[in-house]
């Protein structure tokens, strides 16, 4: 059984850095894909990051350059690094997982936020202009 927690958000001003962590357990880094999604009151989720089975990194268009997602196997925690916090970046972020994936990082963000089995309970993220 694939469990995760998310931790990290809080309240920060426009321009300001978050970065929030995710603690695995029950997942397999080599077969599964990892991901972060957010979902802002009134609108559909949105896939954020993407971590495939063999390490590589997508990011949608609206966090590019901005955002970063690492993963730290010896301590089981995936990780996303935030900067340059923009208040369209407010939203509750879930820390995603799929145990049997093995698709390139792009395709799995394309396929969006249904693309993932495991979800964990959330952290806000509130970023005040």
């Known amino acids: 059984q694939v469990r995760l927690m998310e931790s990290g958000g809080g309240a920060v001003q426009s321009g300001g850095s978050l970065t929030l962590s995710c603690v695995v357990s029950?997942?397999?880094?080599?077969?599964?894909?990892m991901g972060w999604i957010r979902q802002a009151p009134g609108k559909e989720r949105e896939t954020v990051s993407v971590?495939?089975?063999?390490?590589?990194?997508s990011y949608s268009e609206s966090v590019r350059g901005r955002f970063t997602t690492s993963l730290n196997k010896d301590k089981n925690t995936l990780y996303l690094a935030m900067n340059d916090l923009r208040p369209e970046d407010t939203a509750m972020y879930y820390c995603?997982?799929?145990?049997?994936?093995?698709?390139?990082?792009?395709?799995?963000?394309?396929?969006?936020?249904?693309?993932?089995?495991?979800w964990g309970q959330g952290t806000q993220v509130t970023v005040s202009s």
């Open positions: 029950g997942h397999t880094y080599s077969s599964g894909c």
């Open positions: 971590i495939d089975s063999v390490q590589r990194k």
């Open positions: 995603a997982a799929d145990s049997s994936c093995f698709a390139e990082s792009s395709y799995i963000l394309r396929q969006g936020p249904s693309r993932f089995d495991y």
